[in-house]
Structures are given as structure tokens and as C-alpha cells.
């Protein structure tokens, strides 16, 4: 399960996206109705709001890279009990689940990772949480379960996704979709700096596989 352990670059990624795009939307809005005196009480306190997330979920962080897990676990819990359709949340909810999976609780695991894709909110957090659902029901050995929680979902597979979709195919026995399925997230790869090389290792594999088929 080491692709599932990638949880703090994929929150510094998309913290920072945050924090460049969250709070400079919320100070737009500051200014756009700032000059309107009943709002403008209105704005310093979800300025404030947003402040406080933010710093809690950099704490958060801290305490879960110095493998301080109750305090993780607490903190987490603290910003969804906060704010629970906030970003932050979402991003707490990943972090909770990566903790219960990591400490054999599979089942909150999921339960965390179902409520993120329900909720909804940024696309990019919802396939993180498909496909990080999608590991564990493969883990378990629940292949199809695993291929509709990617399938179902509204966006298009990322490049990651498809990579997964072929290990799904792959365990359920499907190999002329497990080799399309690499084959795209092996082009898309391309253009990225994504390693690879154990990609390769599966596409010859099939092909091993469709030879010895063949004879």
C-alpha cells in the first residue's frame, strides 16, 4: 500500500493551491463589499474563520509529520467539528483516514474517504479520495467495488486513476482492459515527470501474459 502513503505531498499541494486561491477569494470579496457597512462585520469574520483553519491545519500537519497521531487525530476532528464544508475539513478527513488505515481501522478509513466523495467540494480531493477508497477495497479483495468507485466518478480518471483501474482489471482477470488501461495513463505519464518505471514493469508483464495465452 505504498501509494497510499503519499498524503502529505498531495496536502502541501493542494494547501498551497489554498492558500494562493482560498484566501485571495475570500480578500476579493472583502473588497468588493467592504464599502457596504452590514457586511463589512460580516467579511472580517470569515477572514478570521479562514485564518484560524489555516493555522490549525498547519498544526495539524506538524503534529502528524512528527508522529504525534493523537494530536493529529485531534486536531482533525477539531477542524471538521469547526467548519465541516470547509476545504480544510476535506483535507482533515484524508489525513483522519490515512491515520485510521495506517492504525488498522479500515473501516473509519472508509467511512472518512465516503463522506469526502459525497460532500463533493474540489474535484481534485474527491479523486483523491476515490482513489485512495478504491486501494483499500482492492486490498480487501473487493475488485468491483473498487472499479465503480473509480468509474462513478463525474470527472475524468486521472492519469493515477487509470494506472489503478488497470491493477483492478488486472486482479479481476481482465487483461485486454488492464493494458488499455496502462497504455493511457502511461501516454498521459508522458508529459508529466511521473516515474514510470513500474508502470513498465506491468505493461511487459501483460504482455508475457498475452504471449504465453497466445501459445
Same mark, same amino acid.
Given at each position: 500500500?505504498?501509494?497510499?502513503?503519499?498524503?502529505?505531498?498531495?496536502?502541501?499541494?493542494?494547501?498551497?493551491?489554498?492558500?494562493?486561491?482560498?484566501?485571495?477569494?475570500?480578500?476579493?470579496?472583502?473588497?468588493?463589499?467592504?464599502?457596504?457597512?452590514?457586511?463589512?462585520?460580516?467579511?472580517?469574520?470569515?477572514?478570521?474563520?479562514?485564518?484560524?483553519?489555516?493555522?490549525?491545519y498547519s498544526q495539524l500537519?506538524?503534529?502528524?509529520?512528527?508522529?504525534?497521531?493523537?494530536?493529529?487525530?485531534?486536531?482533525?476532528?477539531?477542524?471538521?467539528?469547526?467548519? +465541516?464544508?470547509? @476545504?480544510?475539513?476535506?483535507?482533515?478527513?484524508? /489525513? &483522519?483516514? =490515512? *491515520?485510521?488505515?495506517?492504525?488498522?481501522?479500515t473501516s473509519s478509513a472508509k467511512n472518512l474517504?465516503?463522506?469526502?466523495?459525497?460532500?463533493?467540494?474540489?474535484?481534485?480531493?474527491?479523486?483523491?479520495?476515490?482513489?485512495?477508497?478504491?486501494?483499500?477495497?482492492?486490498?480487501?479483495?473487493?475488485?468491483?467495488?473498487?472499479?465503480?468507485?473509480?468509474?462513478?466518478?463525474?470527472?475524468?480518471?486521472?492519469?493515477?486513476?487509470?494506472?489503478?483501474?488497470?491493477?483492478?482489471?488486472?486482479?479481476?482477470?481482465?487483461?485486454?482492459?488492464?493494458?488499455?488501461?496502462?497504455?493511457?495513463?502511461?501516454? +498521459?505519464?508522458? @508529459?508529466?515527470?511521473?516515474?514510470?518505471?513500474? /508502470? &513498465?514493469? =506491468? *505493461?511487459?508483464?501483460?504482455?508475457?501474459?498475452?504471449?504465453?495465452?497466445?501459445?
Amino acid at each position: 500500500m505504498n501509494d497510499y502513503t503519499t498524503d502529505e505531498e498531495l496536502s502541501n499541494k493542494i494547501r498551497e493551491w489554498w492558500g494562493k486561491n482560498g484566501i485571495a477569494v475570500m480578500l476579493s470579496v472583502t473588497l468588493a463589499i467592504g464599502s457596504f457597512g452590514g457586511f463589512t462585520y460580516w467579511s472580517s469574520m470569515k477572514n478570521q474563520k479562514a485564518e484560524n483553519l489555516s493555522i490549525n491545519y498547519s498544526q495539524l500537519l506538524m503534529a502528524f509529520n512528527e508522529s504525534r497521531i493523537d494530536d493529529a487525530e485531534s486536531l482533525a476532528n477539531a477542524i471538521i467539528e469547526f467548519d +465541516n464544508n470547509s @476545504n480544510y475539513a476535506i483535507l482533515s478527513k484524508l /489525513l &483522519l483516514a =490515512k *491515520i485510521k488505515f495506517e492504525g488498522g481501522d479500515t473501516s473509519s478509513a472508509k467511512n472518512l474517504l465516503n463522506q469526502v466523495i459525497v460532500e463533493g467540494g474540489e474535484i481534485e480531493l474527491n479523486i483523491i479520495a476515490r482513489e485512495r477508497l478504491a486501494r483499500i477495497l482492492l486490498q480487501e479483495n473487493n475488485a468491483e467495488d473498487a472499479r465503480l468507485v473509480l468509474l462513478n466518478s463525474n470527472p475524468k480518471p486521472s492519469d493515477s486513476s487509470l494506472e489503478l483501474l488497470g491493477d483492478i482489471y488486472q486482479e479481476q482477470g481482465d487483461i485486454t482492459a488492464a493494458s488499455k488501461a496502462y497504455q493511457e495513463a502511461l501516454t +498521459n505519464y508522458k @508529459n508529466t515527470s511521473q516515474d514510470t518505471r513500474y /508502470l &513498465l514493469l =506491468k *505493461i511487459n508483464m501483460l504482455e508475457n501474459i498475452k504471449v504465453k495465452d497466445v501459445k
